[in-house]
């Protein structure tokens, strides 16, 4: 597993994280960590779901609940459910 690096972007302080074809951006905070960004040049290749599972160990076994906001699309739905990603619906 690869290990995240920080990087600034739009002011804010966020952990990068790459996997063969896939860029991820996660935002952390004490006890959460949320998806912000993810994207694959190849998709259907299963680079996301192997990076995301990735993450979502990663900080689980940190003690903080990893998920994303509400998935925009269907594939992103379907990612979150697979894996198991806790999808914020709520305000």
């Known amino acids: ?3 995240p690096k920080k990087v ?10 790459c996997h063969e074809s896939c ?4 935002g952390v905070g004490k ?3 949320t998806i912000y ?5 190849h998709e259907g290749r299963g680079h996301a ?7 979502k160990n990663y900080y689980e076994r940190q003690g903080k609940v990893f998920g994303g906001s509400v998935a925009l699309n269907d594939r992103m739905a379907r990612l979150y ?3 198991k990603i806790k999808e914020y619906t709520e305000l």
């Open 23 to 26: 860029l991820a951006h996660v």
């Open 37 to 41: 960004r993810i994207e694959s040049l």
């Open 81 to 83: 459910e697979k894996c």
């Open 1 to 3: 597993m690869n290990l």
């Open 31 to 33: 006890d959460w960590a």
């Open 49 to 55: 779901t192997e990076l995301l599972l990735d993450m």
């Open 8 to 17: 600034t972007e739009l002011g804010m302080e966020l952990d990068e994280w």
